[in-house]
């Protein structure tokens, strides 16, 4: 099955500095990689995802890259502010017919003033 | 529009005693899944369904049953609550991948067995 690999595990930045959140996966058939933020205390809410027929995508200070050889994807936040602390997954799913999604093991972002 | 919604919210339990979690959504979503989130181990797949009357293991069913009898509910079961069980869970529930694939999760349930 998928295994989802993610790094590091805590990143602390300076407000202002950029952050980039690694992952690996093992399934080649895996075609879509979301990435979700958790605020303390709250669910996982979606804040951008791409397809495997895509290799970037940006949405204003995030954008996420895939490179389909290597088996990985990244999380870029630019500008980080204060309120990009949270805890991010990545995850992977194939398309086999369902969805299922596989998690990696959380990256704890701590942005300082 | 509630979305996605979990009740309980919090639990404790002695280890041996049952209880079932409840997750109903009203995004008319195909699919269902139950996952637990234990600190440094993200969100582990317990069970999961793409459409009423079925279900399917995830990554960690054991000690846990489902049903979705309705379309719009996913039901977990613990029948013997044990301490390694002690976790915070999440309902999610999404379209089916070639539609819109994010998963919407609910607001989590924090079980502590004891």
């Known amino acids: 099955g998928e295994n989802v690999e993610q790094h590091p595990s805590t990143l602390s930045v300076q407000e202002g500095d950029s952050a980039v959140i690694k992952c690996t996966y093992s399934?080649?058939?895996?075609?879509?990689f979301p990435w979700y933020k958790q605020e303390l205390g709250k669910r996982p809410q979606l804040i951008i995802d791409?397809?495997?027929?895509?290799g970037e995508k940006k949405d204003q200070r995030i954008a996420v890259t895939l490179n389909k050889t290597a088996k990985h994807f990244s999380l870029h936040i630019t500008e980080t502010q204060p309120e990009d602390s949270a805890v991010y997954f990545c995850?992977?799913?194939?398309?086999?017919?369902?969805?299922?999604?596989?998690f990696g093991t959380g990256t704890r972002l701590l942005v300082s003033p | 529009n509630a979305g996605v919604t979990q009740t309980p919210k919090f639990r404790v339990l002695k280890t041996g005693q049952s209880m079932t979690l409840l997750c109903a959504q009203d995004m008319n979503h195909e699919y269902m899944y139950w996952y637990r989130q234990d600190p440094g181990m993200g969100l582990r797949l317990i069970h999961y369904s793409v459409g009423e009357g079925t279900t399917a293991k995830g990554e960690v069913p054991d000690g846990y049953n489902v049903s979705r009898l309705k379309k719009q509910n996913f039901l977990l079961g613990l029948e013997s609550a044990a301490p390694s069980q002690t976790s915070v869970y999440f309902c999610a529930s999404s379209h089916n991948l070639q539609a819109s694939a994010e998963a919407f999760f609910g607001q989590g349930t924090r079980l502590t067995v004891v």
């Open positions: 399934d080649s058939a895996s075609n879509y």
């Open positions: 791409i397809r495997s027929n895509v």
């Open positions: 995850a992977a799913s194939a398309n086999t017919g369902f969805q299922k999604l596989v």
